[in-house]
């Protein structure tokens, strides 16, 4: 509706921002000074200890210095009421007397049957409340009190109440006051005939809990069967003018008010599990109304607190609730807001926990939560055998999969590092974020099995001997450099090479942070985005040290960056020759280790076969094969070159479909 000039000007100035922030903060006494209208207290939007939050009265605007939520008495409202504009505005001028304009008709009509059908539901409540006075409600008194050990006063405190058995005992009762059917009908108390009848009760012989909204009011019910042969144990009223089920949490208003004196929210499966820790002391404790938590139900409670704990029953059931709130949860990501898990233990729910050992041990539960990516790790892992190669790339696949899902950039890239870390414990590799080295240290090979004693320091005339010269360990820093600058280049070859980096030990200064930037990145990232997140986590000089070098620049697949055949050839022929060069040098190691024992044509035989191979992997004839194709008569051929050739034998119609220059050479 459109509000009359000048009417929220009168609004603000009638209301006192003060009296309104008042109702939901303590101020601090030492900050503030009322006398001037400069007023400071706890957040009310986030969890602090200081008073960081200043409300101006006089101004009529509030800002919190921690998380930045400012505006006036009409935001606060809105914020710590979850409601909209129009009805914040109602509340305020419903408080400061004013009359609020007339309203279009239609949306005058749509107010008024809202507010009859929150009559109606308040009506429905105490009905409720009374029936469980009664001798039909015997058996769920005895199971509230005994084996739930709800006292009276619990009992009152939560309206909890009872629908007797019988088709139209609540049916009967309302329209005996002279509440209108479609009223009845519109609350979801009851549902029609398809008999021709009068309408019968949704609720018989269940055990009712009233469910409210942020502001107090009733707006549902959940009720639990007496019969254990009832189909559905729990049953809902169904989705109503009032009643949103995926937008709604039972127990909302009384766990904000607790959460904003500084409890932690906790969320629980049922509406007693959601008594029993209320009774027991965790008053900002609420619960979802359906099978799984939908994602408004998790921003409303991300309102209350940016990191609730997830305390689902330690059965299958809650475990299975727990995964799919994961998925629920990981595309809504942001900077301090995630979820934690408190796992129970296996058949437990809170209540039995309290009823067993009491809230110090619900406490130190909560106090061991973990955080989502431990738990979503746990998923992906758990049961699975990653005995082999192939299931161990399924397992990449996989998370990164599940990573991808998470649209925040900053966040995804940490749980790429910490998914990086927990598989690097997984299969007994090195931190690469720390090390720079994910292999397993291998044993040192020997002929006959004998075993190698350590090796002395060696000789002086060893060390500088050409068998450890610096100019292997520059060609091995180089191959580095090209294996890294192609994947920034070309990062399509990141999935595919993702486990060369892993396994892979650095030499080169500070390879092994490029290294570990890349393996957080997604193949579907541009070559830019790449730089730029090295250049955020690293240093901008970073990439320029790495291209420094002659042969890296002139490496075929970083002069043309996007070339995935290209990329493929050089980055197997760069892992061929740096493979061919540690392995030179690992046997080098062992024969000057050897030296005592091992027979001297031993050693010759071993370090002339290390340096065939490594000439093999290294020859290419001052070429890179990388710019070229191999003719079966062994012959280079230059791509360019054949690919000009191809195109002008086409032109001219002499290359059949099946001939090209291998089948001519």
């Known amino acids: 509706m459109s509000l009359p000039p000048g009417f929220l000007d009168e609004l603000r100035s009638r209301t006192s921002l003060a009296q309104v922030v008042g109702r939901k903060v303590m101020w601090d006494a030492r900050k503030s ?59 305020l001028a419903q408080e400061t007397g004013m009359q609020m304009p007339a309203r279009d008709p239609k949306a005058q009509e749509k107010a008024d049957r809202h507010s009859q059908l929150a009559q109606v539901m308040e009506e429905a409540v105490k009905f409720f409340r009374l029936q469980l006075q009664t001798g039909a409600a015997s058996e769920a008194r005895s199971y509230l009190t005994g084996a739930r050990g709800l006292s009276p006063q619990a009992l009152e405190r939560w309206e909890i109440g009872f629908a007797p058995p019988g088709w139209q005992n609540l049916w009967n009762h309302l329209t005996a006051k002279g509440i209108a059917a479609d009223l009845i009908l519109g609350c979801g108390l009851a549902k029609p ?48 003018a009032l009643f949103d089920k995926g937008r709604s949490l039972y127990n909302h208003g009384p766990a904000r008010e607790a959460a904003g004196k500084g409890a932690p929210l906790i969320v629980a499966e049922g509406y007693m599990d959601v008594i029993a820790l209320s009774e027991a002391g965790f008053g900002a404790t609420v619960a979802g109304l359906g099978t799984a938590i939908t994602e408004d139900q998790l921003r409303l409670m991300w309102r209350i607190d940016p990191e609730p704990v997830i305390a689902l029953d330690g059965d299958t059931a809650g475990l299975r609730a727990a995964m799919r709130l994961i998925d629920v949860a990981l595309p809504l990501l942001e900077a301090g807001q995630s979820l934690r898990f408190c796992l129970l233990p296996e058949g437990q729910d809170p209540d039995d926990l309290l009823k067993a050992k009491g809230a110090e041990a619900m406490q130190a539960l909560l106090d061991a939560s973990i955080p989502m990516v431990t738990l979503l790790w746990r998923r992906e892992t758990e049961g699975k055998v990653l005995d082999s190669p192939e299931r161990r790339a399924a397992l990449d696949k996989q998370l990164r999969a599940v990573i991808k899902q998470i649209r925040d950039p900053g966040i995804r890239n940490h749980y790429a590092e910490e998914m990086r870390r927990l598989r690097a414990e997984l299969f007994g590799f090195g931190n690469p974020a720390s090390t720079g080295s994910t292999s397993r240290p291998e044993r040192p090979w ?19 001997s050409v068998l450890v010269g610096t100019d292997e360990n520059s060609s091995m820093v180089r191959r580095e450099a090209v294996i890294l600058a192609t994947l920034i280049a070309t990062p399509q070859m990141l999935d595919e090479y993702s486990h060369v980096l892993e396994e892979m030990h650095f030499e080169g200064e500070g390879h092994s942070a490029l290294a570990s930037v890349l393996l957080g990145c997604d193949p579907e990232d541009t070559g830019s985005e790449i730089e730029t997140l090295i250049a955020q986590k690293l240093d901008p000089g970073a990439l320029e040290r790495l291209r420094g070098e002659r042969h890296v620049s002139l490496a075929p697949s970083v002069r043309k960056p996007g070339d995935v055949e290209l990329a493929r050839l050089c980055l197997a022929d760069e892992i061929a020759k740096l493979a061919a060069l540690r392995g030179t040098r690992r046997e080098i190691d062992e024969a000057v280790a050897g030296f005592a024992e091992t027979p001297d044509e031993w050693i010759d035989r071993r370090l002339s076969l290390s340096v065939r191979a490594r000439e093999m992997a290294t020859n290419n004839n001052d070429g890179d094969r990388a710019d070229f194709d191999i003719a079966e008569n062994g012959a280079r051929i230059d791509r360019d070159e054949r690919s000009d050739l191809d195109r002008l034998l086409k032109a001219i119609g002499f290359a059949g479909e099946d001939e090209g220059p291998k089948g001519r050479e």
């Open 33 to 91: 000074n009322q006398a001037k209208g400069d007023l400071w207290a706890p957040c009310p939007f986030h969890q602090e200890k200081t008073a960081s939050f200043h409300v101006d009265d006089r101004k009529g605007y509030y800002y919190c210095f921690g998380c930045h939520e400012k505006g006036d008495a009409i935001k606060f409202v809105q914020e710590t009421e979850n409601v909209s504009f129009m009805e914040a505005i109602e509340i």
């Open 193 to 240: 005939s398809d008999k021709g009848r009068e309408p019968y009760d949704t609720f018989r012989n269940r055990i009712m809990f009233p469910i409210r909204d942020a502001r107090g009011r009733a707006i549902a019910f959940g009720g639990r069967a007496m019969d254990p042969s009832d189909n559905a144990k729990y049953l809902n009223s169904p989705e109503t």
């Open 446 to 464: 020997q002929p006959g099995g004998r075993k190698i004693k350590p090796a002395a320091a060696p000789m002086q005339g060893t060390r500088s």
